[in-house]
């Protein structure tokens, strides 16, 4: 099964990586008690479709730091 949801923010990479990591993690939650199999999110970034990239090495390249999973529901 493929899905997407597409995203626009602001040119912050803080807050593009707090929730791209919170998005991914949500993604992966099972729908149910004792689900049989993974749910594998996949992300990715960019800053215009034909040049998007696989999230962590976007971040990586815009010279910033990996950051905890951020929770922000909270």
Known sequence: IHD???FEFVDDLELVKAVGNWVKRVM???PIKDF???I???A???YS???KMDFDKWVEEKGVQQCDLVDVAQ
């Open 28 to 30: 992966e939650v099972p």
């Open 49 to 51: 479709w034909g040049k």
């Open 4 to 6: 997407e949801i597409v």
């Open 36 to 38: 049989p199999l993974p």
């Open 44 to 46: 990715s970034a960019a």
């Open 40 to 42: 594998i999110a996949e």
